[in-house]
């Protein structure tokens, strides 16, 4: 059964999928942050900085599908 909660939800998420980070250049003397994900099927890996304000934002990002 689909009620209004899901379906509010669902609008946020897809709001949030469609809107990217927006990649930054890096600021000097600012530590970098590198997550990397690996699974059998997968590999992805997100370059990231804090600014200022503490958020974090996206530097550079990849992923590739394993075959």
Known sequence: MWVECFQEVFH???D???SP???I???DK???ILYISATTSSLG???AQNENYGKE???YYISR???
């Open 30 to 32: 600012i530590h970098l």
């Open 45 to 47: 890996e997100l370059l």
């Open 65 to 67: 599908t394993l075959v």
């Open 12 to 14: 946020q998420t897809k």
């Open 25 to 27: 250049a890096p600021i």
């Open 21 to 23: 980070p927006v990649i």
């Open 57 to 59: 934002r996206a530097i």
């Open 16 to 18: 949030y999928l469609l």
